[in-house]
């Protein structure tokens, strides 16, 4: 899978610099034609250039230069220890499916601030919130967070105001307005998902997965960067019928998926990677939709 990725970057590189040079003589021949006065050319071809070198730094080299350090820097072996302690699914993985692993959490860690308010950061924490993001992409390698820049860290829990405290509510929720392409997490609630124990939450997985389903421009509960368009109809056929069993009792999903279809797809998603024994057991026919949207080999 690494040499995916170097394949990958390595045909972006050439394609990029062939692509700018393409516009480059493109532009500087449409210059030649258009242009009364030397002035003129010298400008139009000067500003023209200065948007294509900066269009590929921006799109093509920064990329691919974060990636080519990514790929030439080792995976500490202290952070590995940390995964294998505490990470279930990363202790599942073959040698090369954990290497895989670990690269795409040294990319995530590269391209997004994790900032604690109010509490310091560590390295564990960090790891279990990129591995909270890795998670359900696992199977997709070309897919990147581009909608969010910044993940905050509060101490507890908080509420709509962000203050914090044992007594708000909110856990973790993804920013818009002035907090836009931001997340918040409760520190204390993502190390509670980490305890060495099977359990059916993730607060950080949760809030990874509204990202995931906002992806397509809808939050509805339809992750269509991810899911065949010839399973959304029973999908939604499926989810109906399972918040239907949560509100009479008959579900042990997390009855704050009652919520609407977004909420039901991140708790959901919350117990199926956190818990996928159980989930299978429990809920064979749902696990079979999440298995084919997350493409995730079936256990059991």
Same mark, same amino acid.
């Given at each position: 899978?690494?040499?995916?990725?170097?394949?990958?970057?390595?045909?972006?590189?050439?394609?990029?610099?062939?692509?700018?040079?393409?516009?480059?003589?493109?532009?500087?021949?449409?210059?030649?034609?258009?242009?009364?006065?030397?002035?003129?050319?010298?400008?139009?071809?000067?500003?023209?250039?200065?948007?294509?070198?900066?269009?590929?730094?921006?799109?093509?080299?920064?990329?691919?230069?974060?990636?080519?350090?990514?790929?030439?820097?080792?995976?500490?072996?202290?952070?590995?220890?940390?995964?294998?302690?505490?990470?279930?699914?990363?202790?599942?993985?073959?040698?090369?499916?954990?290497?895989?692993?670990?690269?795409?959490?040294?990319?995530?860690? /590269?391209?997004? %601030?994790?900032?604690?308010?109010?509490?310091?950061?560590?390295? !564990?924490?960090?790891? =279990?919130?990129? $591995? #909270?993001?890795?998670?359900?992409?696992?199977?997709?390698?070309?897919?990147?967070?581009?909608?969010?820049?910044?993940?905050?860290?509060?101490?507890?829990?908080?509420?709509?105001?962000?203050?914090?405290?044992?007594?708000?509510?909110?856990?973790?929720?993804?920013?818009?307005?002035?907090?836009?392409?931001?997340?918040?997490?409760?520190?204390?609630?993502?190390?509670?998902?980490?305890?060495?124990?099977?359990?059916?939450?993730?607060?950080?997985?949760?809030?990874?997965?509204?990202?995931?389903?906002?992806?397509?421009?809808?939050?509805?509960?339809?992750?269509?960067?991810?899911?065949?368009?010839?399973?959304?109809?029973?999908?939604?056929?499926?989810?109906?019928?399972?918040?239907?069993?949560? /509100?009479?009792? %008959?579900?042990?999903?997390?009855?704050?998926?009652?919520?609407? !279809?977004?909420?039901? =797809?991140?708790? $959901? #998603?919350?117990?199926?990677?956190?818990?996928?024994?159980?989930?299978?057991?429990?809920?064979?026919?749902?696990?079979?939709?999440?298995?084919?949207?997350?493409?995730?080999?079936?256990?059991?």
């Amino acid at each position: 899978m690494n040499r995916y990725y170097k394949n990958k970057y390595n045909k972006k590189n050439l394609t990029g610099v062939a692509v700018s040079l393409f516009l480059a003589i493109f532009f500087v021949f449409i210059a030649i034609i258009t242009a009364e006065t030397r002035k003129q050319f010298i400008l139009i071809v000067m500003s023209t250039l200065s948007l294509i070198a900066l269009g590929y730094y921006l799109l093509s080299y920064l990329p691919v230069r974060k990636w080519k350090e990514v790929l030439n820097t080792p995976f500490p072996k202290k952070w590995k220890e940390i995964l294998l302690k505490n990470i279930e699914f990363y202790r599942e993985l073959s040698d090369e499916e954990k290497e895989y692993f670990e690269k795409r959490i040294q990319y995530f860690l /590269k391209t997004k %601030k994790i900032t604690g308010v109010g509490t310091d950061v560590d390295d !564990k924490l960090k790891l =279990l919130i990129a $591995a #909270s993001a890795i998670m359900p992409v696992f199977a997709f390698p070309e897919f990147e967070y581009t909608n969010i820049d910044e993940i905050l860290v509060y101490p507890e829990s908080f509420d709509e105001e962000y203050n914090s405290g044992n007594e708000k509510r909110i856990l973790g929720m993804v920013g818009d307005g002035a907090m836009n392409r931001m997340m918040i997490l409760s520190k204390k609630d993502i190390l509670s998902s980490f305890l060495g124990k099977r359990t059916t939450e993730n607060v950080a997985l949760h809030e990874f997965v509204h990202l995931i389903d906002k992806m397509d421009g809808a939050v509805d509960g339809i992750p269509g960067i991810l899911i065949n368009k010839a399973y959304t109809l029973p999908w939604l056929k499926e989810l109906k019928k399972e918040i239907s069993k949560i /509100k009479h009792g %008959k579900s042990d999903i997390n009855p704050y998926g009652t919520t609407n !279809k977004s909420e039901f =797809l991140a708790v $959901a #998603s919350e117990y199926f990677f956190m818990s996928p024994i159980e989930f299978k057991k429990n809920h064979p026919e749902l696990y079979i939709y999440f298995s084919k949207v997350y493409r995730r080999k079936v256990v059991g």
